[in-house]
């Protein structure tokens, strides 16, 4: 399995300026996170199956991405915990939200 070596390093450089931890355990810790995306893509892509969600569902940040913001009325259509070794739980909850939830964001100037 190919690795992105450039979100590896990044994340690894965050968790070392956030966590002020040595820049090996960061690098560990990236390791780590980097390592269960592709199952928790997986989890996710269930969730959202098994939800009968049929069309486009993303992250806040997701959508931020694609250039549209979620409508700050909005609930998630659904909520998933993924695993996430850079928290204290090991686990982290996601909300996704639907494209009918978002509207074009603004344009910045």
């Known amino acids: 399995m190919k690795y992105n070596m450039s979100m590896l390093m990044s994340k ?7 966590a ?14 980097l ?3 592709a199952a928790n893509a997986e989890i996710v892509k ?8 049929d069309q ?3 992250t806040w940040a997701g959508w931020q991405s694609l250039g549209r913001m979620v409508i700050h009325t909005e609930q998630a259509v ?15 909850v996601k909300s996704y939200f639907t494209y009918e939830q978002t509207q074009p964001a603004p344009m910045a100037y």
């Open 35 to 37: 390592k269960v995306q």
């Open 46 to 53: 269930a969730a959202i199956e098994a939800a009968g969600i």
């Open 56 to 58: 486009e569902a993303h």
């Open 78 to 92: 659904l909520k998933v915990t993924v695993a996430d070794p850079t928290t204290r739980k090991g686990t982290r």
């Open 20 to 33: 002020k931890m040595s820049f090996s355990e960061a690098l560990k810790l990236a390791w780590q996170w």
């Open 12 to 18: 690894a450089w965050s968790l070392y300026r956030k």
